[in-house]
């Protein structure tokens, strides 16, 4: 056992308060030796312990008709029909991907799928949302446009090799992530409701075995690193970043699929944040039982490996699983055959602790209740949310909209993003029915006949200007994506990025996100199955805008898809839910004021919870019935971003609106509820939309290569949809070269 | 008829493959695991696409020496047909059954993307059912599939009609232009595009079937 003496010192590098350490000791019954301390400090830190945000989460509705399996376990599971279910979460990989970019990202992306095979679904998705400092006129532009290339091709390298498709995404710039990108990565997997497998130990006396890859000294105290504000020395934290191997992941997938098929398999859990800590205690904690294991065995890259050092790597690509007793071989076979390591280091005891051991003497026996689940709580002060933007609108200039449609169509968070899918394969598994570019992926389900659609969505904007507002809207645009494709929202997984909850307006933002969040996802039927909390997003003291961001599935037949784009000329044009209301001061949050105005005020848009329901009936059963040629809902950029979207297929269309709304505010706002729709059958698509009590304003007429906006027969606007085009498609590798 | 599909750790594109023969052309199909010695009763192999062996060397250069790399130089030697797609390609280029290199993309960078193909030639057991008059629209999905060769090969592979499909609006700078090419017994064939990943109207494309049905006549015919 290490002899380092337990000082004040030492504990507060360990970032665990007096308090923290004193409950430590009234835990165990005497002071922590340097490895109990260690194991203490990582399972207590924020990013494994919740221990800011637990008291809040609980408001988060979590149960439905359909969810197998909500928060608590490695994903949330819901029953799609047919005997299958998906496993679904999102995770964050903020901290590493700023120290290290590539392999931050490529270790998230490894860690949430680990997360859902783990559950014995096999991963068929992931997307990603994606926050970057501005890439353009910034004097951290050179460093930006540096992590967004690393990120993107860390993710690239990592889903590739492994075989998933990554079907989607958002990506955001922002000054306030100049020193503190979001990298959110959602991940999905399916398997038959009787193959679910839980991270759960039981058995006394069954063999606990360990694995994957070998461990390292790589990212030791990574979960207590994503659990601090950066400062000028975190560049030193590099090794704390783990190395990303995919083509092991993919074997590790394949052989506990397969050793789980064999029936050997008891209980399973990735090793991730906090590695062979959390998943010995975890699943002992899960089980009530007790997980005794040998150090010795543990295969180890480096040679001279402390205690310390093992238990609280995170070397990547490793698993732990409890076999039934007597079944071993069975399960070695398998690792056997896929070229793994797989070692009994270990065995479930009956007496509830945590027992490691090393050259035969114990080194740390710490019960698994209290370690896994008995962390500090925190109730922590919580005031106004911060925000320094002013509430009234500025004089607004006369409105250019000729001009400011083809530069808000290149600014970065409206031009296409193809520079960034194009380097993922999307496609693998022939199972992507709509890639990246679509209001929401959709995967299908070849074994049920049945499809999987999928948003992600956050606005830190809207959320900074309201935290409870924004996050209502967020998970309100994710469910309208979802319908605009013909799916029936389901359930939810979250990531909340905030910066330090120890400021109190800090702990407001988070406080109010996540009570809007619980509010519309209750609202709209949603429940949330899981997720992750990332708090500390500050460098240099400056937070980020509060991010919650939303993945959202549904469910629908397998059909083809309606898409975006208009496809023929002289078909109507339909704006469903009409032109909607806006006024200056919700104009604030919107990408005109951010671009065009480089300014932020106001409000976020108003949202109407029963309409936006209607408007989201009507556009899916619209949908599904086949009368949409096309369908776009209407989010950032408002309108016309909309209109020029739906018209890259090369038809567009001429529209006149009926409003005296300044024209700016009429075609850029970002009143939500909306959905612009092309259709040969206006009047059974009207009639749909009168049974739900959705106007379906018909504002024009679909023609070839231009669009042409009017304002009350006056034109407002006209475009070649070429250039138009050019614009949207060349801006990001323009600005990233 | 019935299809082989080789699986190497590390292959992904497997089961696409398996589901196109399968389900959509409805044959029989089965799994080859690398470390077997035989392909037992295939009438046709393929080799998928992937990462084998991760493609941390060059790609290709570990999967040669997998054990089932013996049964299949046989297997083609006897004049079997065998089709290695994207990674299947590099593989096949590698064991040295088709010639040339398939080096990083010109961009130096992963592209998933639908192109445009022209059959170069329709005088092949995977190509007999195009048309030389259309093009096909594949998707590609690789890093590194920068068709390259010295002239000498090139001139050999065009005077022997053997450049299976050609790229239209080259998206990784193959020379030639080149996204296929024949053994020159034009019984095996590699192509980096993936005509797996567009055999129903649900993926965008149904083009890509007609290599699949080149196959089928051939075995039909043989």
Redo the contacts between chains.
């Keep these: 056992m290490s002899a380092a003496a337990i000082t004040p010192d030492l504990i507060a590098q360990h970032q665990l308060t007096p308090d923290e350490y004193q409950k430590i000791v009234s835990i165990l019954g005497r002071e922590p030796s340097y490895t109990e301390l260690g194991i203490f400090s990582v399972m207590w830190s924020e990013h494994c312990s919740y221990k800011s945000s637990r008291l809040h989460l609980k408001k988060l509705p979590t149960r439905g008709k359909l969810v197998v399996q909500g928060p608590g376990e490695n994903a949330g599971i819901i029953d799609i029909g047919g005997g299958y279910v998906i496993a679904f979460k999102i995770e964050s990989h903020n901290h590493p991907s700023f120290i290290e970019p590539f392999q931050g990202a490529a270790t998230g992306v490894g860690g949430i799928l680990r997360d859902i095979f783990t559950m014995g679904a096999r991963p068929i998705a992931v997307m990603d949302s994606l926050r970057f400092g501005r890439i353009d006129g910034s004097p951290n532009a050179a460093r930006n446009r540096r992590i967004l290339g690393g990120v993107v ?1 860390g993710i ?1 390298h990592y889903g ?4 998933v498709p990554t079907v989607g995404g958002e990506c955001v710039f922002e000054s306030c992530y100049d020193g503190n990108p979001l990298v959110n990565v959602f991940a999905l997997g399916v398997c038959r409701k009787e193959d679910v497998f839980y991270a759960k130990a039981a058995g006394v006396g069954n063999p606990v075995i360990y694995v994957g890859a070998r461990t390292g000294r790589d990212g030791i105290h990574g979960a207590s690193m994503a659990s601090a504000e950066f400062t000028e020395e975190s560049k030193q934290k590099r090794p704390n970043v783990q190395v990303g ?4 992941e ?2 590790l997938l394949e052989a506990c699929i397969e050793a789980m098929h064999t029936g050997a398999v008891v209980g399973i859990q990735d090793m991730g944040a906090a590695g062979l800590t959390c998943s010995t205690c975890e699943m002992g904690s899960r089980g009530a039982v007790g997980i005794e294991i040998e150090l010795d065995r543990v295969p180890q890259r480096e040679t001279g490996m402390t205690p310390y050092e093992i238990m609280l790597s995170e070397s990547q690509e490793r698993m732990l699983l409890v076999a039934g007793k007597g079944r071993e071989e069975e399960v070695f076979a398998v690792f056997r ?3 793994l390591e797989a070692v009994e280091i270990g065995s479930v005891t009956s007496d509830g602790k945590l027992r490691v051991k090393q050259h035969g003497g114990v080194v740390a026996e710490i019960p698994n209740r209290e370690l896994a689940d008995e962390a500090p709580l925190y109730d922590r002060p919580h005031t106004q949310p911060a925000r320094h933007a002013p509430r009234n609108a500025p004089p607004l200039p006369a409105p250019d909209v000729q001009s400011a449609l083809p530069n808000l169509l290149a600014s970065g968070d409206l031009c296409s993003k193809r520079y960034i ?10 199972s ?2 709509a890639g990246p570019g679509a209001d929401a992926a959709i995967i ?1 389900i ?1 074994e049920t006949g049945n499809s999987v659609a999928i948003s992600l969505d956050g606005n830190g904007r809207y959320c900074y200007l309201s935290p409870r507002e924004g996050a209502k809207l967020a998970v309100a645009e994710s469910c309208r994506n979802l319908s605009t494709v013909g799916a029936q929202p389901v359930a939810a997984t979250n990531c909340l990025n905030f910066g330090n909850p120890e400021r109190p307006e800090i702990m407001a933002q988070l406080v109010e996100a996540i009570e809007g969040m619980a509010e519309a996802c209750r609202f709209f039927d949603t429940p949330i199955t899981g997720g992750n909390v990332s708090l500390y997003n500050e460098t240099l003291g400056e937070g980020i805008y509060p991010t919650p961001v939303i993945g959202i599935v549904g469910l629908m037949k ?1 059909v ?1 898809p309606t898409g975006i784009p208009f496809r023929a000329p002289g078909r109507t044009v339909i704006l469903l839910g009409g032109i909607g209301e806006s006024d200056e001061r919700q104009f604030g949050s919107t990408q005109y004021a951010k671009v065009i105005l480089n300014q932020l005020w106001g409000t976020p848009p108003a949202l109407d919870f029963d309409r936006e329901k209607c408007v989201q009936n009507a556009i899916r059963e619209i949908v599904n019935a086949g009368l949409a040629e096309s369908a776009h809902d209407l989010s950032d950029g408002g309108l016309a971003i909309a209109l020029a979207e739906s018209s890259f297929g090369g038809i567009g269309a001429r529209i006149d609106l009926a409003s005296d709304m300044r024209a700016d505010l009429l075609l850029f706002h970002e009143g939500p509820s909306r959905v612009l729709l092309s259709t040969g059958h206006a009047d059974q698509a009207q009639a749909i939309a009168a049974k739900h009590g959705v106007e379906a304003l018909v504002v024009g007429v679909t023609i070839e290569k231009e669009i042409e906006v009017s304002q009350r027969g006056r034109r407002v606007g006209l475009w070649e949809i070429a250039s138009l085009k050019s614009a949207y498609e060349q801006a990001l590798e323009a600005h990233v070269r | 008829m019935k299809f082989g599909v080789i699986v190497f ?2 292959s ?2 497997d ?2 493959a398996f ?2 023969a399968a ?1 959509i052309l409805g044959q029989k199909a089965e799994f080859i ?1 690398h470390d077997a010695t035989s392909v037992r009763d295939s009438d046709a192999l393929i080799l998928p ?3 084998a ?4 060397l060059r790609c290709g250069a570990i999967a040669k020496f997998s054990p089932i790399m013996k049964a299949v130089k046989k297997f083609a030697a006897d004049g079997g047909l065998v089709l290695g797609i994207c990674n299947g390609f590099q593989i096949l280029v590698e064991a040295g059954l088709l010639p040339g290199a398939l080096i990083r993309n010109r961009g130096l ?5 639908e192109v445009l193909l022209q059959p170069g030639t329709t005088d092949s057991p995977f190509t007999n059912a195009c048309r030389k008059d259309r093009t096909y629209r594949v ?1 590609i ?1 690789h ?1 590194e599939g920068c068709y390259f060769a010295d002239e000498r090969t090139l001139d050999e592979l065009e005077a022997e009609d053997r450049v299976a499909f050609r790229y239209v609006g080259n998206p990784n700078g193959s020379l030639h232009d080149i996204a296929g090419v024949l053994s020159r017994e034009r019984n095996v064939m590699g192509m980096m595009p ?1 005509p ?2 567009a ?1 129903e ?3 965008g494309s149904s083009d890509g079937l007609a290599v699949f049905q080149s196959l089928l006549a051939a075995a039909v015919r043989a």
């Excluded at chain 1, 191997?245 to 092991?248: E, G, I, K």
Aim: aromatic share 20%.
């Design positions: 091709s690239a590739n090799c492994f075989g191997d995919p083509f092991l993919k074997l055959k896929w070229g899918w194009e380097q993922y394969d999307y496609l693998v598994r022939s992507t029915v299908r070849k397998t083809q | 750790p590390g992904n594109r089961h696409d589901y196109a389900h695991w696409g992937g990462f062996y991760g493609d941390y960078k992963f592209i998933c993307r998707p999905a890093g993936h797996e990943d055999i109207p649900l993926m």
